[in-house]
């Protein structure tokens, strides 16, 4: 069973909050997000690297320095202050007339190693570290990580009369996106122990989004265990540094779009010799100059040459009593990047890049029509339950197969180490 707490929050003023948050770190590039960035926004602090002219690398010292820099300036200045109680938060994001609704709580790094927090994915190196450092250097998770729990009718109960009972402190529409973004201070102490209680009897959380966030904050929480015994101090588990930032939204809430793939060239091929090999595996359907959206699992679109094509796997080629097998993402991968194209190996092959859902399909089209890319594939998205059955298996997914929407957005809530 997990294990959550509440805590004293470090966020800004009602009147700031809009101007506060901002994009994930990973959602900009340092250009964009120089770009985008107000006076007060927390992109100063999640990407430092921005205040310089010309940008600096973001994994240098001078950056990292910046950032602690920038945390302390948006405290001194009243950007960001501190309650002085602790206390669950509630986060709705509407997008596309849908609303859904997350409990923000500190929970317990052992549980991620007990694996009680389930990944679907794996990390790489470098970038765990580099979270690492920001987390180490601030002594706080300044973004929250985005997990998901087995949906619970009493927690269902308790936030409809969180949010009805009050107005919320934050409530603004997001520039650029249109995204809405609502959130809820829960100050009942009777609410607060309920809320407690529920999850101690949740037997797992799933992350949805932040596999690198997780690993890191986890990691820190070990050091710090590691170097309190080391002093000879008395290590309890109750100590805030043991625990992390996360958003938790009910399974039954969530969307996951769908993620997908370009290719720079066709390993040799002509058009037609792509289109003839794939007929082994695919039942190959030209459908024009119209954008075609897979409409099923096991559907894929593909645009090549100014045509889009649908591709419907045939039977024998997938096996959907296998959690991994059943994939589109698999499949694809099996059958067409690897077997035709020659990719072996998505997380390292510069060949091939990833787009999310959210840009559209049009992007996948213009960048092949722009002659960057030489093939587009868009597949039907994973679903939840997909998701839920990996991580219970302890498999793994291919590399960029979920991509959730709304993204979190940073700077409603920063949860400190020291208290």
Sequence with gaps: MVQIKPFKGIRPPAALAKEVASRPYDVLNSAEAKAEAGEKSLLHIIKPEIDFDPIINEHSTQAYDQ??????????????????????????????????????????????????????????????E????HVRNQNANIEPVFFAYPAQDEMD???????ASKAPEYDFVAEGDGFGHKFWVIDDPETIA???????????????????????????????????LKAGGTYTGTEEFNYFLAVIFPDNQLKIIDYNRVVRDLNGLTPAQLLSALEADFIVTKKGKEIYKPAELHDFAMYLDGQWYELKAKPGTYDDSDPIGVLDVTILSNLVLDKILGIKDLRTDKRIDFVGGIRGLKELADRVDSGEMAVAFALYPVSM???????????????????????????????????
């Design 130 to 133: 580099d979270r690492m450092i």
């Design 157 to 163: 109960t308790i936030i409809r009369q969180v949010t």
């Design 67 to 128: 950032a602690v820099a920038n945390f302390k300036t948006w405290k001194a200045n009243g950007w960001l202050v501190q309650d002085d109680k602790e206390h669950y938060y509630v986060y709705a994001q509407t997008m596309d007339e849908r609303t859904q609704y997350g409990l923000v709580a500190a929970c317990h790094f052992q549980d991620y190693v007990d694996g009680k927090i389930k990944k679907h994915e794996l990390t790489r190196p470098d970038k765990e």
């Design 194 to 228: 309920r809320i407690t209680e529920i999850f101690a009897r949740i037997p797992a959380l799933y992350v949805a989004d932040g596999h690198h966030r997780t690993a890191a904050a986890a990691r820190v929480g070990a050091e710090k265990k590691e170097a309190l």
């Design 385 to 419: 339950k997909q998701l839920i059955d990996i991580a219970d298996t302890g498999n793994i997914m291919p590399p960029k197969t979920t991509w959730f929407e709304p993204k979190l957005r940073s700077g409603l809530v920063i949860h400190s180490l020291d208290e």
